[in-house]
């Protein structure tokens, strides 16, 4: 017996170990993962930072000297730009060397490599919508140019330099848990994360659902409900702003045409209610003379953060800010003459067009008359634990072919005719958006701030600008194809050359003011333009409430200070509260309610309007607001099985306040006729319902921190490795427009003058190692509205109590 009992023992113990050397599924390797010696206990940090270390590197010119403050914010010296960037790549992967990996994979398309099947739908979708013939496309127009070529081959050697000191043990948390090996750095992968932008920020597109709205309620209905100008608006550049350029003859629309086969396609669609802000105060408004920048970017919220902070300082400029993991420059920051920010300009850069092919083969495809011949790119996609798969995307002048169908020949139910949807994007065009923030870095004046923005293509941007010598400026920017008035607000006929882009707006035209008679510029998404500016950029944007409430501050606002800027990011006055809430109290019959009813009832109409975590009246509203609108347009508009477009929140107030007999209150699947008064009724029942089968009676368990759910993650989802769930004020429409994950990624705040102050914070830390203290210890400044000073160093060697280490790198 007792040999039997050891005999299973062993059994046991070799099975055992056994499963814990084999990865099961999407489960690493427990052993491996657990090893003492190279697992996870490897990646412990402590929070002390060595106070002096030195290294030889391969590659670099000349010495260079990095030092540390208290946040482990590098600030890099370098006695040239090669080693300028050589270092800022080291140092980031030292940081963000996962973080840059994914990122890249998940822009190239190859995520399933790492992580199994589960991730082939978005490579697929990645291949077919052209992210690597983009970014192979911009690569030519980096490499063309020798400060920019110099940039990020220097960057690429430098990050590969540390993917060459690694071993297994060292490698970071989430390789060990995916069970992969850091691969070597490439140019291309710089450009990969551009790309990831533009499909971020100007990706999406409306134009299946509006070509469906089209064909199921007439172009009158779809123009009425989606006008080209909204009823409200409070533009970015100020309504009577004069244009003193002789425009480009617009082109001539194409002839009418409707696309076949859109309502079984559903694409990335664009979403209201999130976005960026920034504004500038001339030197009048401030309570120093010098003009003060703000700037808050609105981004999905993760850990490690989406943005990594750091100076760079060589004999040609000396820059502050924040850079992008796996790309060179700082992107938003400042330097002792100028301050820049931007938010995303949403112009219509990415359009569909449907081509018919000759047969079966799609070997050609017709366009101007005659059959054309289709190029075909092999896209072979690897997958873990599977064979790879092989998909072969077809190529027209257009762009890409996404989606493939058939539809069917008039007179003739039998035979089909092969057809597709293929994409014009302008994140495909060669480019070279860093040479723009290279002369950003170094700009000392508005003129060259012009010059810099001049070579940004995509995605299009509001750059802001405030300088020492008292200009402030915004230019809503970005390479804007030549359009004629709604072209891409459906999908069009690819087979008519009329609806080809028809070359570009002027740089020097794209929309401008410098130095406007109210004192200050602004942006937060909305209109760039009032309708007086002669070229199309997009018949919508985001909508016009924090832009109003951005617009209306400002305007008062006079001996402002760093800490006004920073208090009015996290303003959670509602725009849409203040135009809406008086009409829709105005239609509740207080006679008619129960006594929750009642109650909430006399709370909404106590309330302040404010977003704020605390505020009971805020859930009410953003509930009632949400159910009126649903009760509105869904009957309509949320078929099943089509993917329809809901007119916006703007289109709704000017229903509630103007047309209170419109004939769409009237639910269609119901005998009755509803009007107005019924809808606005029946939201504000479902929502006392909604909130007390929620979170029960009225009272403090209503309160919207506890009701809005907010939160960050990590950015593959580890369970642990987030925040979970914590009580914010913000919502969408707001300055403060914090919802879910989504929110300002990076608030800063710049005051010029003699000597240039900075102050910013994101929600993390620069470290992207979860077992570091620096992960995430500038979360709780972020969360609580608060700036850290940025310090920003004249030289290596001037003194600091905040600089706490000092890595020297010398060339081996």
């Not at 002369?439 to 802001?464: M, V, W």
């Amino acid at each position: 017996m007792k040999f039997v009992k050891a005999f299973l023992s062993i059994i046991i113990t070799a099975l055992l170990i056994v499963v814990l050397e084999i990865k099961i599924g999407p489960v690493p390797a427990i052993g491996v993962f657990l090893n003492p010696s190279t697992g996870f206990w490897q990646n412990a940090e402590s929070k002390n930072i060595l106070p002096a270390e030195k290294l030889k590197l391969t590659g670099l010119l000349d010495e260079v000297i990095i030092r540390y403050d208290e946040n482990r914010i590098p600030h890099i010296f370098a006695k040239n730009d090669h080693d300028l960037y050589y270092a800022q790549g080291f140092v980031t992967a030292r940081d963000r060397l996962w973080q840059m990996d994914i990122q890249t994979r998940s822009a190239a398309g190859r995520l399933a490599e790492v992580v199994g099947p589960k991730a082939l739908d978005i490579d697929r979708y990645h291949r077919r919508m052209g992210m690597v013939y983009g970014a192979e496309n911009g690569l030519k127009g980096i490499m063309a140019n020798p400060q920019t070529r110099t940039m990020v081959t220097a960057y690429t050697d430098g990050v590969n330099n540390y993917i060459h000191s690694l071993s297994p043990k060292s490698y970071p948390l989430e390789f060990k848990l995916l069970n992969y090996a850091p691969e070597e750095w490439k140019p291309i992968n710089c450009i990969f994360l551009l790309k990831l932008m533009s499909e971020t920020l100007a990706g999406g597109s409306d134009q299946f659902a509006m070509t469906n709205n089209l064909r199921r309620f007439g172009p009158q209905a779809v123009n009425d409900l989606f006008p080209d100008y909204p009823f409200h608006e409070s533009p970015i550049i100020p309504v009577g702003t004069k244009w003193n350029f002789k425009p480009l003859p617009i082109p001539k629309p194409s002839a009418g045409y409707l696309a076949q086969m859109t309502e079984g396609i559903k694409t990335r669609e664009k979403v209201d209610g999130i976005g960026s802000n920034n504004w500038a105060i001339s030197g009048s408004k401030s309570a120093t003379g010098y003009p003060i920048l703000a700037n808050d970017p609105h981004l999905n919220l993760t850990f490690p953060a989406i943005w990594y902070q750091i100076q760079l300082s060589s004999p040609t400029g000396n820059v502050n800010g924040v850079s992008l993991p796996g790309a060179p420059c700082v992107i938003i920051g400042y330097n002792q003459k100028v301050s820049w920010g931007v938010t995303n300009v949403d112009a219509d850069v990415l359009d569909w067009y449907q081509v018919k092919f000759r047969d079966k083969t799609k070997s050609e495809y017709w366009y101007n008359n005659k059959w054309n011949p289709v190029k075909k790119r092999l896209e072979v996609i690897s997958i873990l634990g599977q064979q790879a798969e092989t998909d072969t995307v077809l190529y027209t002048h257009h762009g890409p072919v996404v989606y493939e169908t058939t539809a069917q020949k008039p007179k003739d139910e039998f035979e089909h005719i092969p057809v597709g949807d293929a994409l014009r994007w302008i994140a495909h065009d060669e480019s070279n958006e860093f040479l723009c923030f290279y002369n950003l870095n170094r700009a000392k004046n508005y003129a060259d701030y012009r010059e810099a923005i001049s070579h940004f293509t995509a995605p299009a941007q509001n750059f802001i600008f405030a300088s020492n010598d008292n200009d402030i400026a915004i230019t809503p920017n970005g390479k804007f194809p030549l359009k004629y008035k709604e072209q891409g607000k459906y999908i069009m006929d690819g087979s008519d050359p009329a609806n080809d882009w028809h070359g570009w707006i002027p740089a020097d035209q794209n929309p401008t003011v410098k130095n406007p008679p109210r004192g200050f510029v602004s942006s937060a998404n909305q209109s760039s333009t009032d309708p007086t500016y002669p070229y199309y950029i997009n018949w919508r944007y985001e909508q016009y409430y924090r832009g109003k409430r951005i617009n209306d501050r400002l305007t008062a606002m006079q001996k402002a200070t760093v800490d006004s800027m920073r208090l009015m990011q996290s303003d959670n006055y509602s725009i849409l509260a203040q135009d809406v809430l008086p009409a829709l109290i105005k239609y509740i019959d207080p006679t008619k309610l129960s006594d929750d009813q009642a109650k909430a009832f006399g709370m909404i109409k106590q309330w302040d309007k404010h977003y704020a975590a605390n505020s009971v009246g805020a859930s009410i509203f953003n509930r009632w607001w949400a159910n009126f609108y649903n009760l509105v347009w869904s009957d309509e508009f949320g078929a099943k099985g089509t993917y329809l477009k809901f007119p916006s929140y703007d289109r709704t107030e000017k229903l509630l306040l103007t047309e209170p007999n419109s004939k769409w209150f009237d639910n269609v699947h119901t005998p009755l006729k509803e009007s107005c008064a019924d809808m606005v009724s029946h939201a504000f029942y479902n929502t006392v319902d909604d909130l007390v089968r929620g979170h029960g009676k009225p009272g403090d368990k209503w309160q919207w921190g506890m009701v809005k759910e907010t939160f960050i993650n990590h950015m593959a989802n580890l369970p642990g490795f987030g925040t979970g769930l914590f009580p914010a004020g913000g919502t969408g429409g707001v300055i403060n427009a914090l919802r879910g994950n989504n929110g300002p990624s990076w608030r800063m705040v710049v005051q010029m003058g003699p000597t240039v102050k900075g102050y910013g914070v994101f929600p993390g830390g620069e470290s992207g190692n979860p077992g570091s203290f620096f992960f995430r210890n500038m979360f709780n400044t972020w969360k609580d509205g608060e700036l850290n000073e940025l310090l920003f160093l004249k030289s290596a060697d001037e003194s600091s109590a905040r600089i706490k280490s000092t890595l020297t790198l010398n060339k081996k």
